[in-house]
């Protein structure tokens, strides 16, 4: 089993939709939890923190499923520039290592 | 942005060739890291350093051989490499382990990257 899955897509999505994305870690001891996106040769860019009593950030709402070890994302009113891979990304364990494991990535294209 | 700077973005070598790879951070983190970003796979961490000491080689292979002069800067050198070997070689920094608290890990920024072409 990979540390991290994820679907790698790609999702085919219009301008407005809303999108959610899953993401599974197999270490029930892991505690940071991050979804980053990467552009078409670019480097990945974070794009929200993930906590257990979820979060939100505009359109952009993150949630923590511990007991399931489960992290989802949800883009609502797709814009064009939201095309991009979304990466999920855990760290490895309790301990303070600075590993993260980053998922395959999800691929999303928004169209017109 | 470029809190995170690498050089060169583009490197073509031979197998033969010696190379080194360049990262600087201007962030004021303590801690660096290399990893490996090859098609169709999802990044693989190579090495950590917290306060310029190494803290983590994820089994890589001796043809890869970081150096972390200070906090700022992040060198991986390359000598004899493989084909299997070209790749996105991206660094990335952080605050070091610890001031993050409460055994969480703290937002990794990350540089450019450097795509490798081994010939």
């Known amino acids: 089993r990979k540390e991290v899955e994820q679907d790698p897509g790609p999702f085919n999505v219009p301008e407005g939709a809303t999108v959610a994305f899953n993401c599974t870690y197999s270490n029930s001891a892991s505690q940071s939890f991050f979804w980053y996106r990467q552009d078409c040769r670019k480097e990945p860019k974070l794009l929200m923190s993930?906590?257990?009593s979820g979060n939100e950030d505009g359109r952009f709402t993150a949630q923590l499923n511990r007991a399931s070890q489960y992290i989802s994302l949800l883009i609502r009113d797709s814009k064009l520039s939201d095309s991009a891979t979304y990466l999920c990304v855990v760290n490895q364990g309790s301990s303070n290592t600075g590993k993260l494991i980053f998922g395959q990535g999800t691929t999303l294209q928004v169209k017109p | 942005e470029t809190g995170v700077t690498q050089t060169p973005r583009h490197l073509v070598m031979g197998m033969t060739n010696k190379k080194s790879l360049k990262c600087e951070q201007h962030?004021?983190?303590?801690?660096m890291y290399w990893y490996k970003q090859s098609a169709k796979k999802p990044l693989e961490l190579m090495f950590v350093y917290n306060f310029k000491e190494q803290t983590e080689n994820n089994s890589v292979p001796s043809r890869f051989s970081p150096e972390c002069p200070n906090s700022s800067h992040l060198f991986l050198h390359l000598h004899t490499l493989q084909p299997e070997d070209s790749a996105l070689y991206l660094c990335?920094?952080?605050?070091?382990?610890?001031?993050?608290?409460?055994?969480?890990?703290?937002?990794?920024?990350f540089g450019p990257g450097t795509r490798l072409t081994v010939l």
């Open positions: 993930v906590y257990s």
């Open positions: 990335a920094s952080s605050q070091p382990m610890g001031l993050a608290g409460g055994g969480s890990t703290d937002t990794q920024y």
């Open positions: 962030l004021g983190h303590n801690a």
